[in-house]
């Protein structure tokens, strides 16, 4: 029998239903999509690949797990998501920069980026992004000199010096001379096809080379229904039309090609636009949030002094992103039209 | 007067820089160097204390209504004073601070404790005003000083201590200078809250 006299009423506010993915789910999904891109990151560039990936994320585990621990706050570090700012600051950088170096970026991100603003979830740009920007602005010659893939990868691990050090395809691609773009461009498609563009046997950071690997990953979390279509979509597609529209040299579809293949996009379309806390909410904003990386992202490879626009782009971005959110807040359900109006002329 | 109580406001419980946030322009553009610290730090403390004794002695007989014009007038001539000195005896610290030894005119500290203090005090109190809260703002132009030179470009005062491939070079950029600005409060704060709990 039910004792009704006893029985209480719980009144507690939705959400009433709850679903069964939990941050590390989620963050597990991220680091399994992210594994192909790191197995060709070692096939490209040999070992230190992985070890630079490993020590990175070691070093955001410990600074966050260091910090927790010294603010006297409840552990996070489960959560994984230290991991994959590790690993996403790894992919990011050129892979022969010291070790110390990649640790200051992880101890930047985790700390400054991430942790100084509340954890998880609380961060305004991107950790790793920041991570990168700062680790730029530091060392702007250890970030910029790339190795050639064709070297003899065990060279990594001994000294930096005889490193043979090789131009990224998008600084053939950079320029304001036409007649100079036009021959570097030639140049670049004579050395590289569009093929090997794809699958990513080119110079640049640690886990942007291979498209090919990145769409495998992006695509899993897209089933996975980590993140959502729009995001990557709509920045690959900006940039894609406005390369196809406005090529400075060739013709169009090997310009356009060339560019959404070369450099961090496809790494910052599908694993960094899309982080849930600088990002907006809504799929019309997210839309809007792509258009907007890609619109930066060409105008900073056009016309800024980088030749690598996707890293900014996505920060310039993640400032918009509390105002996208704002704009595209949808109407609320059983509100229409005319009330709005009302409620808004009171 | 109670000399004590304005040594512990100027540096700790009401330092200009941390506690009452003036003067932050100057402290972040200028703390790159050690030897640029202690030149801008120095001579905001002469300037204040000057300024301070002058105006404290002129209130009486300023009027109400212009004391802000003639607070610029004191505090312009001093500093016109002390940016000739400079250019004639430590040239190349005139050289580095530029633009920022006169613009110590419009410095919020030096107006705002005219306003705040010499205006309403004595000659004597307003003296010891200008000194303190001179120091408090020459030792967070230090401490700033210290850091960025250090982490940032690896030398103090033009001494290399860090090779130079390891420095954090963002330090000694504007993004560098809020960050340890913030962190500089941050600790500030803290350390304030601590002894008010103690209490």
């Known amino acids: 029998m039910t004792d009704y006299k006893n029985l209480k009423l719980i009144a507690t506010s939705s959400p009433h239903i709850r679903g069964s993915e939990t941050t590390q789910g989620i963050m597990k999904d991220v680091i399994i999509a992210m594994l192909p891109a790191l197995a060709f990151a070692c096939f490209n560039f040999g070992l230190r690949a992985l070890t630079m990936t490993a020590v990175s994320v070691a070093g955001c585990i410990f600074f966050e797990w260091l910090y927790r621990k010294l603010m006297k706050k409840h552990q996070s570090v489960q959560d994984l998501s230290a991991v994959v700012t590790g690993m996403l600051l790894a992919f990011v950088s050129p892979v022969q920069i010291p070790y110390w170096m990649i640790l200051i970026g992880d101890a930047f991100a985790i700390i400054i980026v991430k942790q100084l603003f509340g954890g998880i979830g609380k961060n305004f740009v991107n950790p790793a992004l920041a991570g990168r920007a700062v680790l730029l602005a530091s060392y702007a010659g250890s970030m910029t000199s790339w190795v050639d893939p064709a070297v003899n990868k065990a060279a990594l691990f001994g000294s930096n010096v005889d490193i043979v050090t090789a131009a990224t395809p998008l600084s053939y691609m950079k320029g304001t001379d036409p007649a100079a773009l036009a021959e570097s461009f030639g140049n670049l498609t004579g050395t590289y096809s569009v093929g090997q563009m794809f699958l990513g046997q080119i110079g640049g950071s640690l886990g942007e080379v291979s498209a090919l690997m990145l769409i495998i990953g992006g695509v899993y979390l897209i089933w996975r229904k980590v993140i959502n279509w729009q995001t990557p979509a709509a920045y690959i597609g900006t940039v894609a039309v406005l390369t196809f529209l406005f090529p400075k040299a060739g013709s169009s579809l090997d310009w356009m090609l060339y560019s959404i293949f070369g450099g961090g996009l496809m790494l910052g379309a599908f694993f960094m636009a899309t982080d849930y806390a600088t990002s907006p909410v809504t799929k019309k904003g997210q839309l809007i949030f792509g258009v907007g990386c890609g619109l930066f992202t060409v105008l900073i490879r056009y016309f800024g002094s980088y030749n690598e626009g996707v890293c900014y782009s996505i920060m310039v971005m993640n400032l918009f992103v509390p105002f996208i959110d704002k704009y595209t807040k949808p109407v609320r359900f059983g509100v229409v039209k005319s009330d709005k109006k009302e409620g808004a002329a009171k | ?199």
């Open chain 2, 1 to 199: 007067m109670n000399i004590g109580k304005q040594l512990k406001e100027g540096l700790l419980t009401q330092n200009p820089v941390l506690v009452q946030m003036l003067g932050l322009c100057s402290t972040m553009a200028i703390t790159t160097s050690i030897m640029n610290g202690l030149g801008m730090g120095v001579s905001v403390l002469i300037i204040l204390t000057a300024a301070n004794v002058v105006i404290s002695a002129i209130r009486k007989i300023v009027p109400d209504k212009i004391r802000i014009a003639m607070f610029i007038v004191v505090i312009a001539g001093f500093v016109t004073c002390v940016d000739l000195l400079l250019q004639a005896f430590f040239e190349s610290i005139a050289a580095s601070l530029g633009v920022f030894i006169p613009l110590i005119v419009v410095n919020c500290i030096i107006l705002g404790r005219a306003e705040s203090f010499s205006y309403k005090n004595g000659v004597g109190a307003s003296f010891f005003d200008g000194i303190f809260q001179g120091l408090g703002y020459t030792l967070v132009l230090l401490a700033m000083c210290f850091i960025r030179e250090l982490l940032g470009a690896g030398t103090l005062a033009g001494f290399r201590i860090i090779p130079e491939q390891f420095p954090i070079g963002i330090l000694t950029l504007p993004v560098g200078g809020f960050l340890v600005l913030g962190f500089l409060i941050a600790a500030m704060q803290w350390a304030l809250s601590k002894s008010k709990e103690g209490k």
